[in-house]
């Protein structure tokens, strides 16, 4: 055989070297020896062999391209082999259009796309897979948005039913940060930073709704319930002591168990029950006037009967009504006529009713008297409004108890203001003094009771500018929670316009300016964070509030009446603008601000 001849002539090589007779060579070398050294060489040539098969399959696959095509070209061709975006601003996009032709008189299946690095993507002109016909072109569109300053580069690949290897395409890019909002109008003369770095919660836009229900069988001129959201509801006004015992041990529920009940239907999760207005019957003075607020309800009740009371509310609506607020504005004569020392036996009994387990504990979420672990938190009585004098009463009132006051597990505050929300930012951190004095600075800072005030005159875009802009600045002066007074009051901070309000103002029934406004604020902001506002010495504000996604927002608006003009360069990243009823527009280069802010976006909300 052939092969037992190499053989031989192998082995007589390397046995006795090489001579040039080679029948003198194979008769050295016996048979038997050759065939045992072909075997052994058995795995190399069955390596060969494979390694020669792959070969002739290579060649095979590139014959029968080429023969599909032109020679020496490939199936699928693309316009450009490197896609270059250049300079591109961060959160805005740049697009690049592509064009693959098919070379070959065979049609070509495009499977898919795919990229590679930071920002890079691509959008097929058509639903993958797709048919390209030959001669035919597929075109789509590559897009860089870079999400970070700096070069990015990448690769685009397309995978074929031509070639197991993907065409592929390199691209580049470089992202730039983008120009931040920058006023050059007028001198920044305060940076306010947050006191609270989180985002919006729900539950700080709280509310006061006088009539959801009533007491009576056949209510009439219900107010409907807000198309905005409530998180908190607060029942000073609504419901209360002189209403729900109007004699010693008779009770009536009825108003505030109907009210409890529409509130959770509508999404409610938190309630608010202050003590005060208390019924003649109970009332250590109830010939007390109270400044015309109510004969005896401002007067130091009997404590039997308070604690009485105090403990049949916790019982009924244990798991329900989780937080107890003191009192109602004590600082206030027209709401109590005590001392400080008085005050402090109410607060004093009212904690130990409330944290009791005894009447109120929860285990798995189930509720009741001797229930578990108990949810009750109380808050401190809050001052009527953010001012030096109440800051004195206050002070005073936390020293009758003490280096620390015990009997609060929630700072409450009434945050009336009828000149200027901007105030807040000097007035909130004196405030703060007080309570770090005595041990309470760590707790959370709820305005449990905020409007314009009695008016019934104000021109309504002015209330509407001032419960947006009032909302914005407790936000970052650090309010974790904000109860408006009084959606449909006819004259406190109203939002709704009732019947009864209708014919008494002349006004349509229905949402007014200012309820257009609260749902506006509390798009705006919930779950946006406020990272600092801005004051400029010609009256401009200036508030951004950020949110995942790179979005980024300033909330403008001009504190003196007059408009100011802010100017936006071409390059800015914003691109919109809302107005105070929450229409998006197009951002021009020119916006004027009023009083009445408005929201510029980088993206849409």
């Known amino acids: 055989m052939v092969s037992e001849e190499l053989c031989r002539l192998s082995t007589y090589r390397t046995a006795r070297g090489f001579r040039n007779d080679r029948k003198s060579r194979l008769r050295h070398l016996p048979l038997s020896h050759c065939r045992s050294n072909f075997r052994s060489l058995y795995p190399v040539f069955f390596l060969f062999s494979i390694a020669l098969l792959l070969l002739v399959g290579c060649g095979d696959a590139q014959l029968l391209t080429k023969a599909a095509g032109a020679p020496g070209t490939a199936a699928l061709v693309a316009s450009t082999t490197n896609v270059t975006f250049g300079t591109t601003v961060v959160g805005q996009a740049t697009t690049s259009q592509v064009a693959v032709t098919n070379n070959t008189s065979a049609p070509i299946e495009i499977a898919t796309l795919s990229t590679t690095g930071q920002g890079f993507s691509a959008i097929s002109s058509n639903a993958l897979p797709v048919t390209v016909a030959g001669g035919a072109n597929y075109n789509l569109t590559v897009r860089f948005a870079p999400n970070a300053p700096g070069a990015a580069t990448g690769e685009l690949e397309i995978s074929s039913s031509s070639t197991k290897t993907p065409l592929l395409i390199s691209l580049t890019g470089t992202g730039e940060p983008a120009e931040p909002f920058t006023y050059s109008g007028s001198s920044l003369v305060n940076t306010v930073t947050p006191a609270n770095s989180s985002p919006v919660a729900n539950d700080f836009f709280g509310m006061t709704i006088f009539d959801l229900a ?4 056949n209510p009439t001129d219900l107010t409907p319930f807000p198309s905005f959201q409530v998180a908190t509801l607060r029942f000073w006004d609504v419901s209360y002591w002189a209403q729900l015992e109007p004699s010693d041990g008779t009770f009536n529920w009825t108003k505030m168990d109907r009210t409890i009940s529409t509130a959770e239907q509508n999404g409610v999760s938190d309630f608010i029950f202050t003590f005060g207005h208390v019924p003649q019957w109970a009332a250590m003075n109830p010939d007390d006037p109270c400044n015309g607020i109510g004969t005896g309800t401002c007067s130091v009740p009997d404590m039997a009967a308070f604690d009485d009371f105090a403990t049949q509310m916790v019982q009924r609506y244990c798991g329900t009504v989780k937080y107890y607020e003191t009192w109602n504005e004590p600082n206030n004569t027209g709401y109590w006529d005590g001392n400080d020392t008085q005050l402090l036996a109410v607060a004093q009994d009212l904690y130990r009713i409330a944290k009791d387990p005894a009447n109120c504990g929860c285990t798995n979420g189930m509720c009741s008297p001797n229930g578990g672990v108990n949810p009750n938190k109380v808050l401190l009585p809050p001052i009527s409004r953010v001012t030096t004098a109440n800051f004195q009463w206050l002070d005073a009132y936390l020293s009758t108890a003490g280096a620390q006051y015990p009997y609060a597990d929630v700072v409450a505050f009434h945050g009336y203001d009828a000149v200027s929300p901007e105030d807040a930012v000097q007035e909130m951190p004196l405030l703060e003094n007080v309570l770090q004095k005595h041990g309470l600075g760590n707790l959370e800072l709820w305005d449990t009771e905020a409007s314009w005030g009695d008016s019934t005159t104000a021109v309504t875009e002015t209330q509407a500018s001032w419960l947006m802009r009032h909302y914005v600045l407790q936000e970052i002066s650090g309010v974790s929670r904000l109860v408006w007074y009084a959606y449909d009051s006819c004259n406190w901070g109203s939002l ?110």
């Not at 009533?214 to 069988?217: K, M, R, T």
């Not at 509390?522 to 990272?531: E, I």
């Not at 010609?538 to 802010?566: F, H, K, P």
């Open 496 to 605: 709704f316009v009732t019947p009864e309000c209708s014919a008494e103002l002349n006004t349509p029934v229905g949402v007014n300016d200012s309820g257009t406004a609260y749902a506006t604020v509390q798009h705006w902001m919930t779950g946006a964070t406020v990272t600092q506002c801005q004051q400029y010495q010609n009256g401009l504000w200036a508030c951004e509030l950020q949110r995942s996604g790179d979005y980024d927002a300033w909330m403008l608006w001009s504190t003196t009446g007059s408009d100011i003009s802010v100017s936006f360069p071409d390059d800015t990243e914003y691109t919109t603008y809302r107005d105070w009823q929450d229409n998006p527009q197009t951002l021009p280069s020119q916006l004027t601000v009023g009083q009445t802010p408005v929201l510029v976006e980088n993206q849409d909300l």
């Open 214 to 217: 009533s007491a009576s069988s």
